[in-house]
């Protein structure tokens, strides 16, 4: 299979069109890609990835219809009293990444149960990006650091980050077709390989994700230097 990512992060895109595709409503997309979700965390583990985080609500997403963003809100709740009983068991350590303030009680004390009932476990660190954007996270540590007059530098910065407790992720996939990043990972995706996928959320399988993980495993990450400086023994001496 080649070198697995350690972190894989994904923007979880298409689940509006799967349902109208099927003349069905918004929200059962998102039903559909919660099942999808599943069992993408659940290969991720297999696989021996350690880090997967997903962006499942953007700080724009609230500019939708006040039903579809009730729906998701109400869809986070179920979901995870559903699924973080079988989560826990399988070693996954949930959290949860974005600001919180603007979350009902209701959906906040689910977050704060999920990620207490999973604290302990290390086989896979599963980061849920909801309501987070990529700007907010860099303003946010930012003015973190202001608030101590710490100097701003790129260390600093990086160590108030939402997404501090993690490496930055190796491996950016978007499905649904579209090819932009919308507000993720805009500071922890600067060296990351991107990976785009036609494919649906909902319709993204095991199959799917080996896919992204095998064309990973051809990439040659440079980080700046040369191409000699990194290849591999073989590709050197070539
Ligand atoms: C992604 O699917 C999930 C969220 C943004 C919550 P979309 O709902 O954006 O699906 P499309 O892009 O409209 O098909
Ligand atoms: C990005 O998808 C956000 C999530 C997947 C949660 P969007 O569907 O909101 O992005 P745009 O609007 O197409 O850029
Ligand atoms: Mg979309």
């Known amino acids: 299979m080649g070198t697995i990512p350690h972190h894989i992060a994904i923007v979880m895109d298409g689940n509006g069109r799967w349902a109208t595709r099927r003349f069905l409503p918004r929200v059962a997309g998102h039903k559909k890609g919660v099942d999808a979700l599943r069992a993408c965390v659940r290969h991720c583990g297999e696989r021996g990835v350690k880090v997967l985080t997903v962006f499942a609500f953007s700080s724009e997403n609230w500019n939708r219809p006040p039903e579809e963003v009730s729906g998701l809100m109400e869809l986070l ?6 699924e973080v009983p079988a989560l826990k068991a399988e070693g996954v350590r949930i959290q949860f990444v974005g600001d919180r303030s603007a979350l ?8 704060a149960q999920a990620e207490t009932a999973t604290a302990a476990n290390t086989r896979l660190q599963f980061n849920i990006c909801f309501n987070y954007g990529g700007r907010w996270d860099i303003a946010q540590a930012a003015a973190k650091l202001a608030a101590r007059g710490e100097p701003i530098t790129e260390k600093a910065l990086d160590g108030e980050m939402a997404l501090a407790h993690v490496p930055d992720p190796d491996l950016l996939i978007r499905t649904g077709g579209e090819k932009r990043i919308s507000n993720f990972l805009l ?12 494919k649906l959320w909902p319709e993204f399988d095991a199959a799917a994700l080996d896919e ?27």
């Open 77 to 82: 709740a179920v979901a995870l009293a559903r």
């Open 104 to 111: 009902s009680e209701k959906v906040r004390a689910g977050l």
């Open 187 to 198: 500071w922890q995706a600067a060296y990351s390989e991107l990976f785009f996928s036609d």
């Open 212 to 238: 992204a993980i095998a064309d990973f495993g051809q990439r040659e990450r440079r980080f700046g230097k040369t191409s000699q400086q990194v290849g591999s023994p073989a590709k050197k001496a070539a």
